[in-house]
């Protein structure tokens, strides 16, 4: 059987095979599957094949991993699956073997019963579904692409690449001696510098992340740890694994004017909490609305509120600013280097309300009589009956309030909670349900508000064509 001694790349729970008695003469760990479903153990390869299934003869045997109460668990063959460990004469390879009837999937790929694959360093393993994940591959002989800190090496194993975007990555992570998984944002402080030379922002580093770390709302993500090193920061988030609004959307079209009303309920409700400690967001966009799960009536998560308190707000303007669908009119206005007020989220909110109604945005660069900074600044956008006729007047009212260009004449978040669409007593309650499940509400954070945020970032979105 698969031998899983602890060991340093991961230090985490493991399966045990001590019960039957097995020994082992190899010392050499070639790979490790580290677990991203529920029930399944971290497994140390050391032979040459390892079989996984149900059956009592694999070297791992799913009921003995506590997966046999997931109601997949029949859907699992006696061999599912193997891993060999092949030496050829252009090198060393580890080919994952599908001996299954429902299935194995690589990366969201079925390899098909009978079919073998190599196996590459971070491939996701999912058993009998693509979205029933199981592990994630390590490969030992892979080169590191990370030059992590030691204060990094030490509390994580990072592994496969979630998403990327302006600021850096963001890769899974296993924290060593749990197995418990984050995400983890690296921000390379060089994009952020003067002159290529030397690196603005980051000032007070850890005052920052003491704060963002005290944040306890349902509706917020949480920051697990901030690890600052010369060249690099390392964030490290909750790890929420249904996906962002924005490719939901994408997906789906677009949402039924109820769900969006729950979702959007969350979302205001979370940012009004960020700015109750004095938190401007700066950054609110589709891609920034994290899903618990890909069910559309879900609890969601906003992310990367903090990232502009670690790099200099000018700078990330700049870099930023390719196409600035979300942004608040006041900002192009000034070229991001004016003073502004958190009714910029409030904006940025009724154009991610906009898309959820309809799947598509109401300012874009597509338009040809008009530039985007020329819709925004002048509040050029509209509402086609071919697509807004079953939408109610009341969520047109609301996102008319929050799409408004001046600023001082912008609902606030206190008024839009109270707006007749959100005002809706089923809704507040099936979103009490997915916030606080156990019917208990945080407290409220102690101490003075922060300082209100100045200038504004701005990432470059995705597009949506109309």
Not at 247 to 274: C, H, N, P, R, W
Not at 392 to 418: F, G, H, M, Q, Y
């Amino acid at each position: 059987m698969a031998s899983l001694a602890t060991q340093e790349v991961g230090d985490c729970s493991f399966y045990s095979d001590e019960e039957d008695g097995a020994t082992h003469d190899h010392d050499e760990i070639w790979g490790r599957l580290f677990p991203v479903g529920d029930g399944f153990l971290s497994v140390d390869c050391m032979k040459d094949t390892h079989s996984f299934g149900r059956g009592e003869s694999c070297d791992y045997c799913f009921t003995s991993a506590c997966t046999k109460q997931k109601n997949v668990f029949s859907a699992y063959s006696k061999v599912h699956f193997q891993l060999t460990r092949e030496k050829t004469s252009t090198g060393v390879y580890v080919f994952l073997e599908d001996l299954s009837s429902n299935g194995t999937f690589v990366n969201g790929e079925k390899v098909g019963k009978g079919n073998k694959q190599v196996l590459n360093n971070n491939d996701e393993i999912a058993l009998a579904f693509k979205k029933n994940r199981a592990f994630v591959f390590l490969d030992s002989s892979a080169k590191q692409d990370l030059n992590l800190p030691e204060e990094m090496a030490a509390k994580y194993t990072l592994t496969r690449v979630l998403g990327r975007g302006a600021c850096g990555e963001v890769r899974l992570a296993f924290e060593k001696g749990s197995c418990n998984m984050f995400a983890v944002k690296i921000i390379s402080k060089k994009k952020f510098s003067i002159g290529g030379k030397t690196p603005v922002g980051n000032l007070d580093v850890m005052g920052e992340v003491n704060i963002l770390k005290s944040l306890k709302h349902p509706c917020i993500i949480g920051i697990e740890d901030v690890i600052d090193s010369p060249d690099t920061i390392y964030i490290v988030l909750e790890l929420v694994q249904g996906g962002e609004l924005f490719d939901k959307v994408i997906s789906i079209g677009q949402y039924s004017e109820a769900t969006a009303k729950l979702l959007f309920y969350q979302m205001v409700t979370a940012i009004k909490y960020l700015h109750d400690q004095g938190i401007t967001h700066r950054d609110l966009k589709p891609e920034n609305i994290l899903l618990a799960s890909e069910e559309d009536e879900t609890l969601i998560k906003v992310t990367d509120f903090g990232l502009s308190k670690f790099v200099d707000s000018a700078t990330m303007m700049k870099t930023f600013c390719g196409t600035p669908n979300y942004l608040a009119p006041e900002i192009l206005l000034t070229a991001g280097i004016g003073s502004y007020t958190k009714s910029i989220d409030c904006w940025s909110l009724g154009v991610i309300l906009y898309i959820c109604l309809v799947g598509y945005p109401p300012f874009t660069d597509e338009r040809k009589d008009m530039d985007l900074s020329k819709q925004i600044t002048t509040g050029q956008y509209d509402f086609p009956k071919d697509y807004w006729a079953d939408i109610s007047t009341k969520a047109v009212d609301l996102i008319k309030k929050l799409l408004t260009v001046d600023p001082k004449k912008r609902i606030t978040l206190v008024e839009a909670l109270n707006h007749p669409w959100l005002d809706d007593d089923d809704v507040k309650a099936k979103a009490q349900k997915l916030m606080w499940p156990d019917g208990m509400q945080p407290p409220q954070l102690p101490g003075k508000k922060r300082p209100r945020d100045s200038p504004e970032k701005q990432s470059s979105p995705k597009k949506r064509a109309k």
